[in-house]
């Protein structure tokens, strides 16, 4: 069965901290894809990111970076000098690469509050 | 911006009342989704597209039903609503090829 933890349920920091928002997964596909969201309180679900199983290199755009570690099987999002903009839900997802459905296995998402 | 709207935005209706949700697409994209989205439980698949008049069930189906009569709306109705499905719904697209979704604004929905 596939499985997205997240274990943090909320996370506050103050303006400029780093902060790292855990996802730990469970698949028995070889191939499977790792995604992150954020909503933010207009409640919008914006995509962040996608990674391919078969892609371990870590990614960074900006002030997010991702940690993508197939032998913990952990997925992991910094947010390097947060912003107050930055106060959102944030979800990881899997997904299998095969079939029509491709649905997504939703983590119960990080609430992060980034104070001024 | 993935050109997907969502109506209504809020809803407000009484238990054994039909409802019917609407999400609509304008770039032509194969694949569309319906979630619901609940404290403590995340998102949760209640049915799925791969095309025109093809649909299949998610993992929360009971109660709902969808149809996609054209590419561009895919139909969520609630043929009796229940203080259960209160709930905000959100509409996705997926690319073909691609892996990712897409979601719509959401529709709040409230079943008194």
């Known amino acids: 069965a596939q499985k997205v933890t997240q274990a943090q349920t909320e996370i506050s920091v103050v303006e400029k901290e780093d902060v790292t928002l855990d996802c730990v997964y469970e698949?028995?596909?070889?191939?499977?894809?790792l995604f992150w969201y954020k909503q933010p309180p207009s409640g919008e679900l914006v995509f962040l990111i996608r990674r391919n199983s078969f892609d371990e290199q870590n990614e960074i755009s900006g002030r997010y970076s991702w940690n993508f570690q197939k032998s913990t099987s952990s997925f992991n999002f910094t947010i390097t000098a947060s912003q107050v903009v930055d106060s959102a839900v944030y979800f990881c997802?899997?997904?299998?690469?095969?079939?029509?459905?491709?649905?997504?296995?939703w983590g119960l998402g990080t609430s992060l509050a980034v104070n001024p | 911006d993935a050109g997907i709207t969502q109506s209504p935005r809020h809803k407000v209706t009484e238990t054994g009342t039909p409802v019917t949700l609407r999400c609509h697409q304008t770039?032509?994209?194969?694949?569309m989704y319906w979630y619901r989205q609940d404290p403590g439980h995340g998102l949760r698949l209640i049915h799925y597209?791969?095309?025109?008049?093809?649909?299949d069930k998610g993992e929360v189906s009971d109660g709902y039903s969808v149809s996609r009569s054209k590419t561009e709306d895919f139909l969520l109705t609630l043929e009796s609503a229940t203080s259960s499905q209160t709930s905000v719904y959100f509409c996705a697209i997926r690319l073909a090829g691609e892996n990712e979704q897409f979601f719509g604004p959401g529709t709040r929905l409230t079943v008194l």
């Open positions: 597209s791969y095309g025109v008049k093809d649909t």
């Open positions: 770039e032509n994209h194969r694949y």
């Open positions: 997802a899997l997904s299998s690469h095969a079939g029509n459905n491709r649905k997504l296995i």
């Open positions: 698949t028995r596909d070889t191939t499977y894809y």
